[in-house]
Every structure is written in structure tokens, then in C-alpha cells.
């Protein structure tokens, strides 16, 4: 047996250890704490922004100063105004309709006693069935295959579906356990990711978003990796509705980095990363940004 | 046992290196497209993710998957070699323009609006009197001055040419 352990490990183990000595380079490695909080050591903007009931228009109305706001002041309720995301929702509450006509597919998705209510505040999770961590669009795509419709992870009416599913939790804290087991693994390699330079102009997520907050890149300044993965799927104002793996595609053709597809597993620990810095701030669908 | 496992390592071993040292099998391509990279483009009302092909190849440079096994390019330490012979009209248009060095978007360029903050002001560089060659360096790869520098590197990179980068260096030499 253990000779037979010893051959895996050859066959296995040599050219993995081969392969890893490969030079990559990565920003000094922060810590960052899984809640929405965290941002206070960081770039300190969390008290302008933690309660999206009360931003401060005077901030809002400042190119200079919004950024102190994340964004925040483009959600509701700050941003009372009819957009392409109040839309979508409305797409997706009707194809949801169609997908559980026989109550499977919200029980799919993980739905329990409550409905569809909290179940946003979850995700990214561990699902047994597909034998790793997903986030809720690869689950949405999963679940509607199993109701025999094609909706891609990525995909306007994916994300719609996602969008309608999280205006169930509209105000519920975001709560994703990073403590323990696979998802605090998950978490870990989602911040040496965030720390990884990669791509032609040689940059991590962290050169900018945790190096350089606050600073201007052109016309806009760098906000804070605290609290933004809780608003998507987005409407993006240059109009398309936008699933968090589709913005880290865009990110990294941003930086001139080869994308990756969404629910690829190196997005998906980048969102349980994202997403356990948005612990404890309160879900806001439909949002718009830039 | 010892055979199935023996076969399923050399199986492993066979397949390993055929993935290892190219493309992850995660990352947006078409190799039979002539940039290879691909863009998604969300379809409204549609269940289906669109990819179109990307103006440039980014496929070189390694990517955030879990399966790129290639290396980043190292730090590299280069010499200046012969006269300086650069144009700063030219450098100034590289130094601006977004699909070259896009310089403005970290610093601040006299005569530029919307400047960025993260990188050190320009404005009056030729005071500092750094010698041609650092000022070459620096712009060829920073990470030989400094490791962690989130400054690109512009010539190990080929994110711009030997002779852009002399362009470059001429046009902030001539920044009174």
C-alpha cells in the first residue's frame, strides 16, 4: 500500500512540484477581515457608506469626494431612479416563474421554509451535488439544466434570474462563513489571487485595490474591495446587465489579463473572497454603476 | 491495485504537460482566432453568453487560473545602448494614448487634464536630472528599482517598443 502511495505521488506529485517552481510574482500579502468592517483599516471610507440609508448627498455631489461614498450612492434607496436593472428584475421574476412551475427549481437552488428569502445572503456555498463551491449564478445555470433550459452562467437571463433571487433578500445582511473547512480554503486562495500579478501590464487586484485606495487612476479614484461584490448582478449604464465573473473578465481585460470563463474555479474563489468582505452590509438589487 | 495506479500516473503524467506549459483550460480563447482572446458580450433576453474575439492577444502573459503553470517574465536589468535618439512629440503621444503607454493614467503630464495620482508627477521632470539610462531602466522594468512597484514593465513585456520607450524618455527629459 504504502509503496503504491509512494508511485501516486511520483506520478502525481513531480509534475505538479515541477510546474510550481514556475516565477510568479504577488503584492505583500494583506490580511483582510470577513466583514464589511474590515474597511475600516483599510481605507477608512466605511463610515461614510455603512448605512445605505443615509449617505451624504453633499459627498455624492463631489467627483472628487464619491468615492468616500463606494458607489453606494448609485443603490437604492439613494438612487431612487428607474434603470436597465429594474428590467432585468422583471425578466428574471418571469423566467423564474417558468423554471419553477414545478417547485423544483427554487428547492434547486436551496431554498427552504422561508422561499427564496436569505438565500442571496449565502452564496457563494458548498453545494454536495455538484461537489464543490458555487456561486449562485453556476447553481442557477445547474438548476435550470435540470428543468431543461440553457441559461448561462454569465448569460442577461442568468443574471436576471440571480438579480430576482437577491431582490428576495433585499436588506439582509450578506453572511458568508469563511470560518472553517472548504470555504475558508476557498477564501484564501481567492486573497493570494487578489495578490497575484498577472497579465501583460504585470498587476494584481491589490496593486490597486488595496495598495492605492483613494488615489486617482485618470478620471476616477480607487475605492475599497469592502462591500462591492453585494450589489450583483449590475446594470452597467454603458447598458448590460453584469454577473460578478463577468466584471472580473472585464477587470482583467482592463489590465490587458487573458480572462477566464465565469464559474471557473479561480473566479469562484475570488468571489467568496469578494463576497466575505461584503458580510454584514445589506443586500441592494437592482444597483447601477458607471 | 499497483497497476491501475501505475497506468493512472502515467495517464496524469502524459496528459500533465500538454495543458502545463500552454493556456489554462478555464481561459476565454479560441485558438483557432487569429488574437486568440476572447471578450463576452451579454445578449439581452438571451440564455446564451456571447464571445467575440478581442482586438489584442493576451495569451502570452499568465493568467489568474489555478492550472497557468507559466512563469511571469523576471525583472530585467538593461543597459542603454548608443545615443538616446528619441522624439518627444512622439513620446508625449505615447505617453497619453491609451494603447501605448498610457503614462497619464497613474501621472501627471503638464498640459494634460485628468491626471492620475498613483504614479510620481512629471510636471518638471528634467529638474531631477536623472541620467538617460536610469530614466530607460525604469521605464523597461521598474521591479530592478523596486520589487513590489506597480508600474508595468514596458519593455519586458513588449507593451511598447525599445524605441517608444527612447521616445519616452526623451519627451520627460524635455519637461522643464
Known amino acids: 500500500m504504502k509503496r503504491i502511495a509512494l508511485l501516486l505521488w511520483l506520478s502525481l506529485g513531480l509534475p505538479l512540484a515541477g510546474a510550481n517552481d514556475a516565477h510568479r510574482e504577488y503584492d505583500a500579502m494583506e490580511t483582510y477581515e470577513p466583514h464589511v468592517r474590515g474597511d475600516q483599516s483599510l481605507s477608512g471610507s466605511y463610515k461614510h457608506w455603512a448605512h445605505p440609508g443615509k449617505l451624504d448627498w453633499r459627498l455624492a455631489g463631489n467627483p472628487e469626494e464619491n468615492w468616500k461614498l463606494n458607489w453606494k450612492f448609485m443603490d437604492p434607496p439613494f438612487n431612487a431612479s428607474v434603470h436597465g436593472g429594474h428590467f432585468a428584475l422583471d425578466r428574471g421574476e418571469e423566467l423564474f416563474r417558468e423554471l419553477n412551475a414545478k417547485a423544483r427549481f427554487a428547492r434547486c437552488l436551496g431554498a427552504g421554509k422561508d422561499g427564496l428569502k436569505g438565500l442571496r445572503a449565502r452564496y457563494p456555498q458548498y453545494r454536495a451535488d455538484l461537489k464543490r463551491i458555487a456561486g449562485l449564478e453556476e447553481v442557477i445555470e445547474y438548476c435550470a439544466a435540470r428543468e431543461g433550459r440553457v441559461l448561462q452562467n454569465g448569460s442577461y437571463d442568468n443574471s436576471a434570474v440571480s438579480l430576482y433571487v437577491a431582490s428576495k433578500s433585499n436588506g439582509m445582511p450578506m453572511r458568508v462563513d469563511v470560518g472553517k473547512g472548504v470555504m475558508r480554503d476557498a477564501f484564501e486562495r481567492g486573497r493570494k489571487l487578489f495578490h497575484t500579478r498577472a497579465g501583460k501590464l504585470h498587476l494584481a487586484c491589490s496593486s490597486c485595490h488595496t495598495h492605492k485606495v483613494g488615489l486617482q487612476l485618470r478620471g476616477s479614484v480607487i475605492t475599497t474591495p469592502y462591500g462591492d461584490a453585494v450589489h450583483y448582478p449590475v446594470y452597467r449604464t454603458r447598458y448590460f446587465l453584469q454577473s460578478l465573473h463577468l466584471r472580473f473578465a472585464e477587470c482583467n481585460l482592463d489590465t490587458r489579463t487573458q480572462p477566464l470563463v465565469p464559474g471557473s474555479r479561480a473566479y469562484t474563489d475570488l468571489e467568496v473572497f469578494m463576497t466575505a468582505l461584503s458580510n454584514g452590509y445589506p443586500v441592494t438589487v437592482p444597483s447601477e454603476r458607471d | ?176
Open chain 2, 1 to 176: 491495485m499497483r497497476s491501475i495506479s501505475i497506468l493512472a500516473g502515467l495517464a496524469v503524467a502524459l496528459v500533465f504537460p500538454a495543458w502545463a506549459q500552454g493556456l489554462p483550460r478555464d481561459a476565454a480563447v479560441n485558438a483557432a482566432a487569429p488574437n486568440k482572446t476572447l471578450e463576452p458580450r451579454v445578449v439581452t433576453n438571451s440564455g446564451r453568453l456571447e464571445w467575440l474575439p478581442h482586438a489584442h492577444n493576451l495569451t502570452p502573459w499568465p493568467t489568474l487560473s489555478h492550472e497557468d503553470r507559466r512563469p511571469a517574465p523576471k525583472p530585467r536589468k538593461v543597459r542603454l545602448a548608443g545615443p538616446l535618439d528619441g522624439d518627444a512629440a512622439r513620446g508625449r503621444d505615447i505617453a497619453v494614448r491609451p494603447d501605448k503607454g498610457y503614462c497619464i493614467a497613474c501621472h501627471q503630464i503638464p498640459g494634460e487634464e485628468w491626471p492620475g495620482t498613483v504614479g510620481l508627477d512629471l510636471r518638471g521632470f528634467k529638474q531631477r536630472q536623472y541620467a538617460d539610462a536610469a530614466v530607460y531602466q525604469q521605464i523597461f522594468d521598474a521591479r530592478v528599482n523596486h520589487a513590489q512597484t506597480v508600474m508595468p514593465p514596458y519593455g519586458t513585456n513588449n507593451i511598447l517598443s525599445e524605441q517608444e520607450i527612447r521616445d519616452l524618455v526623451a519627451f520627460l527629459q524635455s519637461l522643464e
